[in-house]
C-alpha cells in the first residue's frame, strides 16, 4: 500500500519521523512519502526508520504558495533534498512562517487572548529546520485556556477571515513548481477539492505542475473521479494520500485508509525519471 501524503513533528504532525514510519509500516503501508511543511528536516530520521523496517521511503514536501493573498499547497516528489536552490528557497519559507506567527501573536494579545509563543519558538529553533506555523499557535492557545482544541483556535481565531489571521507572503505556484523541477523533482496540487481553485489549473498545468492529488482523505468518491477526469484531460498525472498527521480532528484518523494505487505510483515515477533524463541531458 501506498501513502505520499504524510506530516511529522518536523512541521505539524504529532509523530515523530521515526515513530510516524514505524507506525506506516504497522499499518500494512509499503511505500510512503513525508511532506512536511516546507521543510526536509525530518527526512534523515524517516529514512533510516523506513530502511530498518523495509519501506519504501520517497523524498517528499509540502510547499506553500500564494496565488491572490491564498495559500495553495504544492506537493514534491523524487527532488534532491540537497540541492542549493530549493534549500535557499526553504529557508525563505520558514523565515516568513516565524514572521507570520509573531504578527498572530500580537493581533490575539490585541484581542484578549494572549499567548506566550518564546517557549514554542525556542523549542521550534533547537530542532533545525523545522517549520512552525498556525497549529503551533493554535496549541498555545489551549495552553493558555483561550480555547478547547487546535479546531477551536482555528474556528474563532485563526482561519482565514477570522481575527487573527494573518495573511502568508510567498512565490505563486509556477515558481514553486519551478524550483522543485530544478532539484530534479515533480509537483502535484495538493487535495484540490479543498483549495476550490479549479479554474487556475489548466495554467498550473501550463506553467509545469506534473499532477493533482485526486486521492485524499477529504476527497470523496465523485470529487476524486472529478479530479481523475481533470487531469486526464490536462496530462497531468494522478497522486494521493491520507494527509495524516496523527491528529483525529486533523483529516484522516489513521494510516491505510486511503492510499494511492500502485499504476497511479508508477505513472508518477515515470514522470520524475523523465524529469531527471531530460536534466541531465
Known amino acids: 500500500m501506498i501513502d505520499l501524503h504524510l506530516h511529522t513533528t518536523a512541521s505539524d504532525g504529532r509523530l515523530a519521523p521515526a515513530d510516524l514510519v514505524r507506525l506506516a509500516a504497522a499499518s500494512g503501508l509499503t ?3 513525508v511532506t512536511d511543511h516546507d521543510t526536509t528536516a525530518g527526512l534523515a530520521e524517516a529514512r533510516a526508520a523506513a530502511g530498518a523496517a523495509g519501506l519504501r521511503l520517497i523524498d517528499g514536501i509540502e510547499i506553500t504558495a500564494v496565488e491572490d493573498g491564498r495559500d495553495v499547497h504544492v506537493l514534491g516528489y523524487f527532488f534532491n533534498a540537497e540541492d542549493d536552490g ?8 520558514r523565515a516568513d512562517r516565524l514572521r507570520r506567527v509573531r504578527e498572530m501573536s500580537v493581533r ?5 487572548a494572549p499567548v506566550d509563543l518564546e517557549p514554542h519558538l525556542e523549542a521550534a529553533a533547537r530542532q533545525a529546520g523545522r517549520s512552525i506555523g498556525r497549529p503551533l499557535v493554535a496549541d498555545a492557545l489551549v495552553q493558555a485556556g483561550h480555547v478547547r482544541d487546535r479546531a477551536e483556535a482555528f474556528d474563532r481565531l485563526l482561519a482565514v477571515g ?4 494573518v495573511p502568508r507572503r510567498g512565490a505563486p505556484l509556477e515558481a514553486v513548481a519551478g524550483i522543485v523541477a530544478a532539484a530534479g523533482g515533480i509537483t502535484s496540487l495538493a487535495h484540490p477539492g479543498l483549495t476550490g481553485i479549479d479554474e487556475r489549473i489548466a495554467r498550473f498545468a501550463a506553467a509545469g505542475l ?4 485526486a486521492r485524499h482523505s477529504d476527497h470523496d468518491p465523485s470529487v476524486e473521479a ?3 477526469r481533470m487531469a486526464r484531460g490536462l496530462g497531468l498525472a494522478v497522486s494521493g494520500g491520507s494527509d495524516f498527521h496523527a491528529d483525529p480532528s486533523h483529516h484522516a484518523p489513521a494510516l491505510g485508509i486511503v492510499t494511492l494505487p500502485p499504476e497511479d505510483f508508477a505513472a508518477l515515477e515515470a514522470r520524475a525519471a523523465e524529469r531527471r533524463r531530460v536534466g541531465a541531458g
Not at 477570522?162 to 489571521?165: L, N, V, Y
Open 210 to 213: 506534473d499532477a493533482l492529488e
Open 226 to 228: 472529478r479530479y481523475r
Open 86 to 93: 530549493l534549500r535557499a528557497f526553504l529557508r525563505d519559507q
Open 162 to 165: 477570522r481575527p487573527a489571521f
Open 31 to 33: 511505500t510512503i512519502a
Open 108 to 112: 490575539l494579545a490585541s484581542l484578549g
